[in-house]
């Protein structure tokens, strides 16, 4: 049997905003996922993964959200919204909780009780609660349970980890979505999303760093026994190298990102110094031509600096040994020699991680895909409802009025209904067909 939901993540990166609208389908139990749309625009609006106005990113957003519509032809309602790892703290939280119901059987409201006990009073007032990544249930003294619904017993205990956020960086950023007129089904913590897709099993257990160099900043993930362990934000990523070529090529920032794109290699020893390409020079019609070595002694100078930036932040977070190695992704790992620089300087296996869909086989959607994953998931878990992540977050003074779901006016009279698309799936994401 046959069950699929629609999901749409909301990446809001500082060089662009990503849209993809995903189909899960659970066949015979196992889960799928299907790109069904894919949105890419340029972002305006923010720097070094920081909003700073706040009308431009609205724009973006909204320009995301029209492209992957126009892919699909639906109305995009509902949105999985990504939170970037800036400001994030993450702290060891413990619940204890009585079982309610008569015979003692776990219910899906213990498991929630418990969850909300493990965090109650421990938030401070300018901190935002984004999540709880439950690591493990005790029923009466037995630890180590994954899931105890259905299990008889009187003391229920979960241990797990409080994910906090600045509450400005949190608010406003749900500010910009709610005026692009989109609601928001769930928030999540990009890292937390894109390790959980972008890492196998083992890589988490051993010790991983998955580092998601973008263009304005680069998050920084460790991942040891399984879980989320730390993860922070440099400013600094991709953007820089344009820079650097705008100014060194005597070109505009347009053309230096498309040198960067097309002839970038971030490794000179591999370099190729029979590759020339024409540069037009800024404020003239004149050209300059260049060959890709030139390009990359620029590149890996810069590309340099940024690894050892990361291998300090690495140290600052404590993180002194990795046996599961690096994993790269996010767009700038996409270039030629980033892989070999990174072996080179970091000297532990090192690997680029890309979702393998059709339509978004590069490292830059690794977390737009990993929300789209994770929010399924996370309905799924012992406890999880679609939305619960954003209970505790309050939007103040939204630009529109936010109506309760159940008193929201009925969908549009769809002019071409389909007849294999199921009820859930219409009110799952609220469209209408144009």
Same mark, same amino acid.
């Given at each position: ?9 909301l990446d809001i990166g ?31 609006g923010l720097r070094k ?30 949105? %999985?919204?990504?939170?970037?790892? @800036? ?16 015979? @003692? ?73 709610? @005026? ?11 890292p937390l999303a894109a ?49 650097? &070529? ?67 932040? &690495?140290? @600052?977070?404590? %993180? ?115």
């Amino acid at each position: 049997m046959n069950s699929n939901e629609i999901y749409v993540s909301l990446d809001i990166g500082t060089s662009s905003v990503k849209v993809i609208i995903g189909e899960m389908v659970n066949d015979s139990g196992k889960d799928t996922l299907n790109i069904i749309g894919v949105g890419n625009v340029k972002s305006e609006g923010l720097r070094k993964g920081s909003i700073v106005d706040m009308d431009d990113t609205v724009h973006s957003i909204k320009r995301a959200i029209e492209q992957a519509e126009r892919m699909i032809g639906m109305e995009i309602r509902e949105v %999985v919204v990504g939170i970037s790892g @800036r400001d994030i703290m993450l702290h060891n939280c413990h619940g204890i909780v009585a079982v309610s119901s008569q015979n @003692r059987e776990i219910t899906n409201e213990d498991v929630i009780r418990v969850i909300e006990a493990s965090h109650v009073g421990s938030i401070p007032p300018e901190r935002e609660n984004i999540g709880v990544i439950r690591k493990q249930f005790i029923l009466d003294g037995k630890d180590e349970i994954n899931d105890p619904r259905g299990m008889i017993g009187v003391r229920l205990e979960m241990d797990g980890t409080l994910i906090t956020g600045s509450k400005s960086i949190i608010i406003n950023t749900l500010r910009c979505v709610e @005026r692009a007129g989109l609601q928001i089904l769930d928030i999540i913590l990009q890292p937390l999303a894109a390790g959980d897709f972008a890492l196998s099993k083992d890589e988490k257990n051993l010790g991983v760093a998955l580092i998601d160099i973008g263009g304005g900043s680069t998050t920084i993930a460790v991942f040891e026994e399984g879980f989320l362990k730390a993860t922070s934000v440099i400013p600094v990523g991709g953007d820089l190298l344009t820079n650097d &070529l705008s100014k060194v090529l005597h070109t505009s920032t347009e053309d230096a990102e498309n040198i960067k794109v097309r002839y970038g290699h971030a490794f000179y020893d591999n370099a190729s110094e029979d590759e020339f390409f024409s540069v037009p020079i800024i404020g003239s019609d004149q050209h300059q031509q260049f060959n890709q070595l030139y390009v990359s002694e620029i590149i890996e100078a810069r590309m340099e600096e940024v690894f050892e930036l990361i291998a300090h932040e &690495l140290k @600052r977070l404590g %993180v002194m040994d990795l046996p599961g190695g690096f994993v790269l992704t996010g767009g700038t790992a996409k270039m030629q020699g980033v892989l070999e620089l990174a072996q080179d300087m970091f000297q532990n296996p090192v690997r680029i991680a890309s979702p393998d869909y059709i339509g978004v086989r590069e490292p830059q959607y690794t977390t737009a895909v990993g929300l789209i994953k994770y929010a399924y998931k996370n309905a799924r878990l012992p406890g999880g409802t679609i939305g619960s992540s954003t209970s505790a977050v309050s939007v103040p003074e939204p630009i529109e009025k936010r109506v309760p779901k159940q008193h929201q006016p009925k969908a549009k009279v769809e002019k071409h209904p389909e007849e294999k698309m199921s009820s859930k799936v219409k009110k799952f994401l609220g469209y209408f067909f144009e």
